[in-house]
């Protein structure tokens, strides 16, 4: 199987199962907000539309993905969060930034000679290249200390149900098939002169190299199996352990925005009592 053939087979069945991963979340989150106070929800940063996206950007920042509480309350849980979401939404924005520069820019738009959008579908590029390292060594180490916290020290009132194991194991086949899918590549001829700032992958698939594999077919074969396995997982989300960490960050920001909205109500009425 070639390159080609296997993004062909990726994207057929990737976009479906986005669409099913949308739905679901439409589903739940609609069902999620019935539970609320809508009313609340509405009137959550009142002002003008830059003061309202503004104040959901830094909800965002502070409580969803710094996780400030958290990072107060327990340093290690806070860690584990961090480097799991961090290297994940690296992934993400990254493979987004790919597919948009590879499929839409490029393919529509005579713009092979623009550095800065071509260094997007090069894997080995020096940013592009270091950027996805980072993000897949935050993700496993984050992993790890989340096998750590559930089976090795967990604490007393921790319990492990189906939904957790579901969770680890989800988390660790996209981990080991995307580093597996990278070192094929390494070793296959579809790579750059500076694959070396692949700072983990590159000397791991160094150990592999003497090996007489046909690793340009694997390498379709690993870009299929990595891909859909990764679709599988997001599809889950909305049905899946991996939902309430969602739920749990929307209901910290939605606390967030509540709480500052309600200060800044407050000082509006302070201040026109005052000119009153």
Do not use: C
Not at 89 to 102: F, Q, R, V, W
Not at 118 to 130: A, R, S, Y
Not at 169 to 192: C, F, K, P, Q, Y
């Amino acid at each position: 199987m070639t390159i080609e053939a296997a993004e062909t087979i990726f994207w057929v069945v990737h976009l479906p199962l986005m669409g099913f991963f949308l739905i679901g979340m439409v589903m739940v989150l609609s069902i999620w907000f019935k539970g609320g106070d809508r009313r609340s929800l509405g009137d959550m940063g009142q002002g003008s539309v830059a003061a309202r996206v503004g104040l959901w950007i830094k909800a965002f920042v502070t409580e969803a993905w710094f996780n400030r509480r958290l990072w107060r309350t327990n340093f290690w849980r806070w860690l584990n969060h961090f480097l799991l979401l961090t290297g994940f939404m690296l992934l993400m924005t990254l493979s987004g930034i790919s597919a948009l520069s590879d499929k839409v820019l490029l393919h529509f738009f005579p713009l092979e000679h623009v550095a800065w959008i071509t260094m997007w579908v090069t894997p080995d590029h020096p940013i592009t290249g270091l950027l996805n390292e980072v993000g897949g060594v935050m993700m496993t180490v984050g992993f790890l200390f989340f096998l750590i916290r559930r089976y090795v020290s967990p604490p007393s009132q921790l319990r492990t149900g189906p939904m957790d194991t579901w969770m680890i194991i989800g988390l660790g086949v996209i981990l080991l098939s995307g580093w597996v899918a990278e070192v094929v590549r390494l070793n296959s001829s579809h790579v750059g002169p500076t694959a070396y700032v692949a700072f983990v992958g590159y000397p791991l698939s160094l150990l592999f190299r003497g090996l007489p594999l046909p690793w340009d077919s694997l390498q379709a074969w690993m870009y299929v199996i990595h891909g859909l396995l990764t679709s599988i997982v997001i599809v889950t989300i909305p049905f899946s352990k991996f939902m309430h960490v969602i739920a749990g960050a929307l209901v910290t920001m939605v606390r967030e925005i509540e709480e500052e909205a309600g200060e800044h109500t407050g000082l509006q009425k302070g201040a026109a009592r005052v000119t009153a």
